[in-house]
């Protein structure tokens, strides 16, 4: 698979990632696919049934038709896309959709580098000692620039988990992930980046929630906060309770709770925007 770059984005078809300036923007792994059959295509039409057959092929038609739509929903939020006015995904209504933006694709040479192994070259013989040494100064000197130009930038790093469907209804379970793109949509809109780091899309977020360790998460991504929420359902309805917490000491720095009569898109979007803005005002 290739590497697309087009505007301001590039997209690793291979790996789902995606970023912007160099910034990962998150995309879940099912819309990332989708993103990936249309730009591997791009200029050509993708019909639904050819998505369904890649993508959905054990789904039924019903999960498939929600499935597609949320999909084509997160990678539009993520590229800034608009259907009425598309720059990156056309739609062509009941029939598929078209990548239309103007894109340079390179080749992904991990895989030939690596079914090639380098050639074995004759190398002058390094004393242990020497080389130990060597190493520990330049991770230090490497560690030493990371925190100077932390200290520089000024912004508060913030990491967005996937939040969790705890409502036992697989249906939830785009609602948990839309509200969670779109609050890494909305934290990272240019007046916040000017205070915020936000990391959406790291491979540490990831982990079930039974391996979750704010702490070694906060390492693993050099956050100071992270974002994360829980879908609750019981025979009243369905609440959001969202969570900032602090990574050094694991305290709660602001949580809330949200309920609605329903989880549409618009009303994805305006949770997104609470949550957002909740966290943004706490710096």
């Known amino acids: 698979m290739a590497v697309h770059r087009f505007g301001a984005f590039e997209f690793d078809a291979a790996t789902g990632l995606l970023s912007k300036h160099g910034t990962p923007v998150r995309l879940a792994p099912q819309p990332a696919r989708v993103l990936a059959m249309l730009a591997d295509r791009a200029g050509t039409l993708v019909t639904r049934d050819e998505l ?23 990678i539009r939020t993520a590229l800034g896309d608009a259907a009425a006015a598309p720059r990156f995904i056309e739609t062509e209504p009941k029939r598929g959709y078209r990548f239309i933006a103007s894109a340079i694709a390179t080749p992904d040479m991990r895989a030939a580098s690596a079914a090639t192994p380098p050639p074995v070259e004759s190398r ?63 934290l990272s809109t240019p007046d916040r980046l000017a205070r ?17 360790d704010v702490r070694a998460i906060g390492r693993d991504v050099r956050a100071e906060y992270v974002v994360l929420a829980q879908l609750k359902r019981d025979d009243e309805g369905v609440r959001l309770i ?29 949770l997104a925007e609470l949550i957002a803005a909740a966290v943004a005002a706490r710096f």
Request: aromatic share 8%; charged share 25%; proline share 3%.
């Open 242 to 270: 969202a969570h900032l917490i602090r990574v050094e000491d694991e305290a709660h720095v602001w949580a809330e709770s949200f309920d609605r009569p329903d989880f549409s898109l618009a009303t994805q979007t305006e």
């Open 196 to 212: 915020l780091d936000v990391i959406g899309n790291a491979a540490a977020l990831r982990r079930p929630r039974a391996f979750r």
């Open 52 to 74: 369904r057959r890649a993508i959905w092929s054990d789904g039924t038609h019903v999960d498939f038709e929600r499935g597609l739509n949320f999909c084509i929903s997160q």
């Open 124 to 186: 002058p013989r390094w004393n242990a000692r020497v080389v130990a040494i060597a190493a520990a100064l330049l991770l230090a000197a490497g560690i030493g620039a990371a925190v100077a130009a932390r200290a520089g930038d000024g912004r508060v790093r913030v990491a967005v988990l996937p939040f969790d469907n705890e409502t036992a209804d697989s249906a939830y379970e785009h609602v948990a992930g839309g509200i969670a793109d779109e609050t890494v949509s909305r």
